[in-house]
């Protein structure tokens, strides 16, 4: 069975300083992965998504992701942490078969503190 | 182009009550999936349709069912209702080939 896991439930970063949000996934077939975010209050807006083309991808407001598949990780990044960032980070992956459609399996998600 | 919407915002029910929560998806989509988000959780995946039908279900009793109308929209069933049935109740539209599934801003669920 496929499953995510985010390592860090809570990660506090100073503003201009990197992000990294940790995830693991695993998977018998090769997965389609997601990073969304959710604000306070909110649904879940899509950053970014891995669908076996370029292992590096670029999301939204500056965010990447690389895929790795010897490590089967997709770790999220941004070079420089804004206040605005702010938010709960969830990875996630389809399930088997299922492509960009399908069922999501999501972590347990990361909370991301921006000190000023 | 209005994204996925959902009503109501917010709902207060007791054990034992019936709820039904309604999705409106993307203009252009046409499969509609609904997941649970308890506090402090990531989403669990209820169930997804298409065509009117339902085409997977997650690990969710019988309690919990599901209706597809010939507009895409959709609705969410839920029976005998638990205090463990408070959540952040999602509605996710995608389109059946190669989209990714977005989100609305969900249902807040609370039983007491």
């Known amino acids: 069975a496929q499953s995510v896991t985010q390592l860090g439930s809570h990660v506090s970063v100073s503003e201009g300083a990197l992000v990294l949000l940790r995830c693991n996934y695993s998977?018998?077939?090769?997965?389609?992965l997601f990073w969304y975010v959710q604000y306070p209050n909110q649904g879940l807006q899509l950053l970014l998504k891995?669908?076996?083309?370029?292992?590096l991808v670029k999301g939204i407001n500056g965010f990447e992701a690389e895929f790795k598949k010897s490590e089967t990780s997709f770790h999220l990044t941004k070079p420089s942490a804004h206040m605005s960032d702010a938010a709960e980070y969830f990875c996630?992956?389809?399930?088997?078969?299922?492509?960009?459609?399908?069922?999501?399996?999501f972590g347990q998600g990361t909370t991301l503190q921006v000190k000023p | 182009d209005a994204g996925v919407t959902q009503s109501p915002t917010h709902l207060i029910k007791t054990r034992g009550q019936q709820v039904t929560l309604r999705c409106s998806p993307k203009?252009?989509?046409?499969?509609v999936s609904w997941y649970q988000q308890a506090l402090g959780q990531g989403p669990q995946f209820i169930f997804q349709?298409?065509?009117?039908?339902?085409?997977q279900r997650g690990n969710f009793p019988d309690r919990f069912s599901g209706h597809q109308f010939p507009n895409y929209s959709s609705e969410l069933n839920v029976n005998a209702l638990l205090l463990g049935d408070s959540a952040l109740y999602l509605c996710?539209?995608?389109?059946?080939?190669?989209?990714?599934?977005?989100f609305g801003p969900g249902t807040r669920l609370t039983v007491l």
């Open positions: 996710a539209s995608s389109f059946n080939r190669d989209s990714v599934q977005y």
């Open positions: 998977s018998s077939v090769p997965p389609y």
């Open positions: 891995y669908t076996s083309a370029a292992t």
């Open positions: 996630a992956v389809s399930g088997p078969g299922s492509g960009n459609t399908g069922k999501l399996i």
């Open positions: 203009s252009g989509h046409d499969t």
């Open positions: 349709y298409y065509e009117e039908e339902e085409r």
